[in-house]
């Protein structure tokens, strides 16, 4: 069964910046598109940000320009650079592989405030 365990998360500014990570096992991460979700208060769970095995990448409309997905395959990591973040962005982040969502991991929660 494959596991995702997601940190990184905090509370910062308008306009601040945070990396988020996200460690898989119990698979081949390499062979493993991966997207990151955004739950925000009271909302459904969304994708943001996603990766294929070939390294291409997408965006939704709301983060592009100031998100930075990323993949460390050595290290069965995936990575989140938040930029000029926003109060919309407030809420749980999640990793998870959009072709066969397994089990999701607790995420980890951005805060965006003043």
């Known amino acids: 069964q494959v596991h995702f365990v997601e940190s990184g998360g905090g509370r910062v500014q308008p306009g601040g910046s945070l990396t988020l990570s996200c460690v898989v096992s119990?698979?081949?991460?390499?062979?493993?598109?991966m997207t990151w979700y955004h739950q925000a208060p009271g909302k459904q769970r969304e994708g943001v940000a996603g990766?294929?095995?070939?390294?291409?990448?997408t965006y939704s409309g709301s983060v592009r320009g100031r998100f930075t997905i990323s993949r460390d395959n050595d290290n069965n990591r995936l990575y989140l650079h938040m930029n000029s973040l926003k109060p919309e962005d407030t809420g749980v982040y999640y990793c998870?592989?959009?072709?066969?969502?397994?089990?999701w991991g607790r995420g980890t929660q951005v805060t965006v405030s003043s």
């Open positions: 998870n592989n959009p072709d066969n969502p397994g089990s």
């Open positions: 119990g698979a081949l991460f390499y062979t493993l598109p």
């Open positions: 990766i294929s095995r070939g390294h291409t990448i």
